[in-house]
Nanobody, 122 residues
Framework: QVQLVESEGGLVQPGGSLRLSCAASGSIFSVDAMGWYRQVPGKERELVATITSGSSTKYADSVKGRFTISRDNAKNTVLLQMNSVKPEDTAVYHC????????????????WGQGTLVTVSS
């Protein structure tokens, strides 16, 4: 079974920091792009940050300068370092990965994590 396993979010004070991690497990041949998205009730899911297999990154304007995405290809893991968090960062964060899976035939699939709640409040 192929899945994404996310770390726990939690309650963070404004201005504080939190790191999220997400690891792809299972019969994975290779991992392409990975990223983090977030969603609040009544609003569409939005991109937070993505990182390609070549470590090219993309960030939402709202998190630039505060969040940093990185990856460990050997561990099929993506990290999101969240610094100087704001109340508007409160959301359910979902890990995303585009991977090649399976054997003997491989196929391309997009995976989503279960989602982890990050609450920024004093």
């Amino acid at each position: 079974q192929v899945q994404l396993v996310e770390s726990e979010g939690g309650l963070v004070q404004p201005g504080g920091s939190l790191r999220l991690s997400c690891a792809a497990s299972g019969s994975i041949f290779s991992v392409d792009a990975m990223g983090w998205y977030r969603q609040v009730p009544g609003k569409e899911r939005e991109l937070v940050a993505t990182i390609t297999s070549g470590s090219s990154t993309k960030y939402a304007d709202s998190v630039k300068g505060r969040f940093t995405i990185s990856r460990d290809n050997a561990k099929n893991t993506v990290l999101l370092q969240m610094n100087s968090v704001k109340p508007e960062d409160t959301a359910v964060y979902h890990c995303n990965a585009k991977v090649w899976v399976g054997s003997p035939y491989t196929y391309f699939v997009e995976l989503w994590g279960q989602g982890t709640l990050v609450t920024v409040s004093s």
